[in-house]
Antibody, heavy 119, light 108 residues
């Protein structure tokens, strides 16, 4: 059974940093690109970042480029998101997501971890 | 980036009725790379349709997707109680992938 479990969310002041993790199981992790998708409270969905299966290719939404870094540890089946220079508008539930076919079609999602950026 | 607009914002229907949801793109979606997701409160999204019209694994055939270019439709025949939720369309034909604002289907 595929499982994705996010952790690392919490409350942080503007300008602060957080590191999110997503523990994956039930599939060959290294064979799949993985994404982070976020959802602000009561709002819609926003793709944040993707990383290839090998970790050699990464892409970011313009809203987080230069502040967030996606990475992965295939030996530990773990996806990471380092978030720096956090802003109030980064407040959201952050989901890790596994692709179904194309990189940007996701069939498995974690339950999400809430990041709150507030002074 | 491609902007997706969904209509209506809210659709009030009764169980057993048919729902028709619209998703319009600001420019043509390459290869009709469009998905539909369903999301219930407190849960992550669930993939329903990809490639505009292909049902994902395990999705019942009362869900169907259609459309091409800039206009896409999700139809739900005979609404079941578990179908009342928010529905998002998403395009992945151009980078970055983008989502529509959602259509809420609630019980009339």
């Amino acid at each position: 059974e595929v499982q994705l479990v996010e952790s690392g969310g919490g409350s942080v002041q503007p300008g602060g940093s957080l590191r999110l993790s997503c523990a994956a199981s039930g599939f060959t992790f290294s064979s799949h690109a993985m994404s982070w998708v976020r959802q602000a409270p009561g709002k819609g969905l926003e793709w944040v970042s993707v990383i290839s299966g090998s970790g050699g290719t990464t892409y970011y939404a313009d809203s987080v480029k230069g502040r967030f870094t996606i990475s992965r540890d295939n030996s530990k089946n773990t996806l990471l998101l380092q978030m720096n220079s956090l802003r109030a508008e980064d407040t959201a539930v952050y989901y890790c997501a596994k692709p179904y076919s194309a990189w940007y079609v996701w069939d498995y999602w974690g339950q999400g971890t809430l990041v709150t950026v507030s002074s | 980036e491609i902007v997706l607009t969904q209509s209506p914002g809210t659709l009030s229907l009764s169980p057993g009725e048919r729902a028709t949801l619209s998703c319009r793109a600001s420019q043509s979606v390459s290869s009709n790379y469009l998905t539909w997701y369903l999301q219930k409160p407190g849960q992550p999204p669930r993939l329903l349709i990809y490639g505009a019209s292909s049902r994902a694994t395990g999705i019942p055939d009362r869900f169907s997707g259609s459309g091409s270019g800039t206009d896409f439709t999700l139809s739900i025949n005979r609404l079941e109680p578990e179908d009342f939720a928010v529905y998002y369309c998403q395009q992945y034909g151009s980078s970055p992938p983008t989502f529509g604002p959602g259509t809420k289907v609630d019980i009339k």
